[in-house]
T-cell receptor, first 112, second 113 residues
Framework: NAGVTQTPKFRILKIGQSMTLQCTQDMNHNYMYWYRQDPGMGLKLIYYSVGAGITDKGEVPNGYNVSRSTTEDFPLRLELAAPSQTSVYFC???????????FGPGTRLTVL | AQSVTQPDIHITVSEGASLELRCNYSYGATPYLFWYVQSPGQGLQLLLKYFSGDTLVQGIKGFEAEFKRSQSSFNLRKPSVHWSDAAEYFCAVNKAAGNKLTFGGGTRVLVKP
């Protein structure tokens, strides 16, 4: 049981490039989340999903897109990378009725 | 909207001394409460959580936290700090299962030898 896994661990992008951050969980959780963590700040919610085919915006969705075609995977897409998207991205998941969320190890993204 | 405040951005403590990290939340009802720890370059590890019941909760690594409804606080404590406790600590609340976690800004703990 690997829990929540994220790839890549690190990435450097040039302005305007695109990329997909991968998130997979093997706990059969129906709820999944993407957060970003900026230096000196707590985590802020980007997008979340309550099940396959259902996604919704969080606090800071601009510049990102998500999809949820399976229960296990919840990729986060950056279409036109900007320096403001330099951050550490965390994926989390949980099951229905469970307040606690389980976090992946994070992806550190730098946009230059 | 719910919010979480961690008033101390940095705390420096000597090894072996006690540690207390403050957390206050703003929410009409009692939310679910969490403390996470993040070591440098690492992900988030759950230290402890409070859902209901006994207001003093024990966590991993010798940490405990006390929920005080009257003060809307959930302060984290450790009686004797070890050098390995140097990390950033985040308080988080969740008003309902399935909802997003709302995080405080974090407190960075430095441990002096």
């Amino acid at each position: 049981n690997a829990g929540v896994t994220q790839t890549p661990k690190f990435r450097i992008l040039k302005i305007g490039q695109s990329m997909t951050l991968q998130c997979t969980q093997d706990m059969n959780h129906n709820y999944m989340y993407w957060y970003r963590q900026d230096p000196g700040m707590g985590l802020k919610l980007i997008y979340y999903s309550v099940g396959a085919g259902i996604t919704d915006k969080g606090e800071v969705p601009n510049g990102y897109n998500v999809s949820r075609s399976t229960t296990e995977d919840f990729p986060l897409r950056l279409e036109l990378a900007a320096p403001s998207q330099t951050s550490v991205y965390f994926c989390a998941s949980t099951s229905e009725g469970q307040p606690e969320q389980f976090f992946g190890p994070g992806t550190r993204l730098t946009v230059l | 909207a719910q919010s979480v405040t961690q008033p101390d951005i940095h705390i420096t403590v000597s090894e072996g001394a006690s540690l207390e990290l403050r957390c206050n939340y703003s929410y009409g009802a009692t939310p679910y409460l969490f403390w996470y720890v993040q070591s440098p370059g690492q992900g988030l590890q759950l230290l402890l959580k409070y859902f209901s019941g006994d207001t003093l909760v024990q966590g991993i690594k010798g940490f405990e936290a006390e929920f005080k409804r009257s003060q809307s606080s959930f302060n984290l404590r450790k009686p004797s700090v070890h050098w390995s406790d140097a990390a950033e600590y985040f308080c988080a609340v969740n008003k309902a299962a399935g909802n997003k976690l709302t995080f405080g800004g974090g407190t960075r703990v430095l441990v002096k030898p």
